[in-house]
């Protein structure tokens, strides 16, 4: 079965120094990853697909899949950057299913 | 307006009460998914609908049942309540056309079972 594991549960930066999220993956078939962001408990948004390979808001991820990794990155950390940050995984492009697995989150608090 | 929208927004109701939470996916989207986000075991997979048909069932209660009407509007019932079901239900929906672009979600119903 799928899995998505995001070792962190809290993590504080600095503003201005970089950020990384982890995320590391299970599946046995080829995945497609999404990292979501949400802001003091409202809605969740989707801020990136691996397979757009797109930045959004600063934030890139590359997915590896040798070490099935898929960790989010951003240089310059900035205060509204302050969220939780789930990954997600899909298990690809099966009509009518495309159920995502989440990770359970990590808080990524940006220190002044 | 991210295009799902979900009421109630709060529901606050006794233990072993019986409610329902409604959902509108965002035009053109035709699957439904229920999540539900509590403190203790982040966001958990309920269920999904295809088209008016159920396609994935997660860890979704024997008290708990959805369905998706043909107007592709989704409605989750919670039966039974129980003080651990308090939670905040959030219902997603996307194209379901076989690529996958991402969920858009609702702003979710918080429910407090007291």
């Known amino acids: 079965a799928q899995r998505v594991t995001q070792p962190e549960k809290l993590l504080s930066v600095f503003k201005g120094a970089p950020v990384e999220l982890k995320c590391n993956y299970s599946?046995?078939?080829?995945?497609?990853l999404f990292w979501y962001v949400q802001y003091s408990r409202q809605r969740l948004q989707l801020l990136l697909r691996?397979?757009s390979r797109e930045s959004i808001k600063g934030f890139t991820a590359d997915l590896n899949k040798g070490e099935t990794s898929f960790h989010l990155k951003k240089p310059f950390a900035q205060e509204e950057d302050s969220a939780m940050y789930y990954c997600?995984?899909?298990?690809?492009?099966?009509?009518?299913?495309?159920?995502?697995?989440f990770g359970t989150g990590t808080r990524l608090t940006i220190i002044p | 307006d991210s295009g799902v929208t979900q009421t109630p927004k709060h529901l606050i109701t006794a233990t072993g009460q019986r409610v329902t939470l409604r959902c509108s996916p965002r035009?053109?989207?035709?699957?439904v998914y229920w999540y539900q986000q509590s403190l203790d075991q982040g966001l958990q997979f309920l269920i999904q609908?295809?088209?008016?048909?159920?396609?994935a069932k997660g860890n979704i209660l024997e008290r708990f049942s959805a369905q998706q009407f043909p107007d592709l509007h989704s409605e989750l019932n919670l039966s039974s309540l129980e003080l651990g079901d308090s939670a905040l239900y959030f219902c997603?929906?996307?194209?379901?056309?076989?690529?996958?672009?991402?969920?858009?979600f609702g702003s979710g119903t918080r429910l407090t079972v007291v």
């Open positions: 609908y295809y088209n008016g048909e159920e396609r």
């Open positions: 997603a929906s996307s194209v379901g056309q076989g690529v996958n672009y991402g969920y858009t």
């Open positions: 035009s053109g989207d035709l699957s």
């Open positions: 997600a995984l899909s298990e690809g492009t099966n009509f009518g299913n495309e159920k995502l697995t």
């Open positions: 599946y046995s078939g080829s995945p497609e």
């Open positions: 691996h397979i």
